[in-house]
């Protein structure tokens, strides 16, 4: 019964964000797909870390890995987009399968160093095989827009509805993963994995689990970011995980719903940014070091007066109400 309620709003909420779409200004439209994107990139790093325990600061490399698999199999191989999309979701489970399988072994900072040190390696491999095409990057499109829907249906329109689609698909899929019984043992492994062994839980396989599902997540988001952006190093470098964690920690690493909070600051960051550079004489130093300097407050501030996430803590004021 709850699945069925779920799909329905889901299905309800992806209606009504399509149809508003078709009413708001192109640059607010390619906003609403980087903010969905960024959603189920934070997505993936809450069921990762939130859920199973296993902090990871390399996201943005399982980001690239199924970008830049989804642009080359439409480049090589002219499939269909939404197949693209697919190689490129499962080449980056792949990819978290086999880190996964040595990441089980790791824990805390050293888990940690490794995936930072994956985010930091895998954009430089660009420059090292010529069919990555280096600095230049892939040219990965997404097609013309249906004829059907009107001249007024734009490729920024046609960009939202393809990356709104695919989000709240797979934003169905993790909400449902995360509240069977997968979701209850990464739970119990973040809580005491001592505990869970004892309790009969393969702790390895169950931590592998979930760097594969991740991954996997995040390659879908690295696949649709490229399509609306640039699948080149420079998209996907390591201020690529960052964003993601610090929006993880904004929203409440353990909070699926609170993934759009940290999505929209994530965009939004940047125009703040550019609206104060403005008024304070456009001067480069200032709009280099602006954002970061943004970023990094919000992150302190939340870490000292919110610190698991401003949805976490309606969460729990509302359960103190009742």
Do not use: C
């Not at 296993?54 to 490399?61: E, H, P, R, T, Y």
């Not at 599902?213 to 390659?219: D, K």
């Not at 994530?266 to 125009?271: Q, S």
């Amino acid at each position: 019964m709850h699945s069925l309620r779920r799909l329905f709003l889901f299905i309800f909420s992806t209606l009504i964000l399509l149809a508003l779409s078709l009413k708001i200004e192109e640059l607010r439209v390619y906003q609403g797909a980087q903010i969905a994107i960024y959603a189920l990139g934070i997505s993936s790093i809450v069921l990762l870390t939130g859920y199973s325990g296993q902090v990871s600061l390399g996201n943005g490399a399982f980001m690239a890995i199924g970008a830049y698999t989804a642009a080359l199999t439409q480049i090589h191989w002219h499939l269909p987009l939404f197949f693209t999309f697919v190689v490129g979701t499962f080449s980056a489970a792949l990819a978290g399968a086999i880190l996964g399988g040595g990441a089980a072994r790791l824990s805390g900072p050293y888990l940690a160093g490794a995936t930072l040190a994956l985010a930091v390696g895998l954009p430089t491999l660009a420059n090292q095989f010529t069919i990555l095409n280096g600095e230049t990057g892939l040219d990965y499109t997404s097609g013309t827009p249906p004829t059907w829907f009107g001249e007024s249906f734009t490729l920024y329109k046609w960009f939202f509805w393809i990356v709104l689609v695919n989000v709240m698909l797979m934003m169905f899929f993790v909400r449902n993963i995360t509240s069977s019984r997968y979701g209850r043992t990464w739970k119990a492994l973040r809580g005491n994995p001592v505990a869970a062994q004892l309790s009969g839980i393969q702790v390895g396989g169950s931590k592998v689990l979930a760097f594969t599902i991740s991954a996997g997540v995040a390659g879908l988001a690295g696949s649709l970011l490229g399509m609306i952006g640039f699948v080149g190093p420079t998209g996907f470098g390591l201020g690529l995980s960052f964003a993601l964690v610090t929006g993880a920690v904004l929203s409440g690493v353990t909070s699926l719903a609170g993934s759009m909070l940290g999505a929209v600051v994530l965009v939004a960051i940047p125009e703040l940014a550019s609206v104060i550079a403005h008024r304070l004489g456009d001067t480069e130093r200032v709009t280099s070091n602006l954002p970061g300097l943004i970023m990094s407050t919000l992150l302190i501030l939340t870490v000292l007066f919110t610190p698991n996430g401003p949805a976490e803590q309606i969460r729990k004021h509302k359960a103190r109400k009742q």
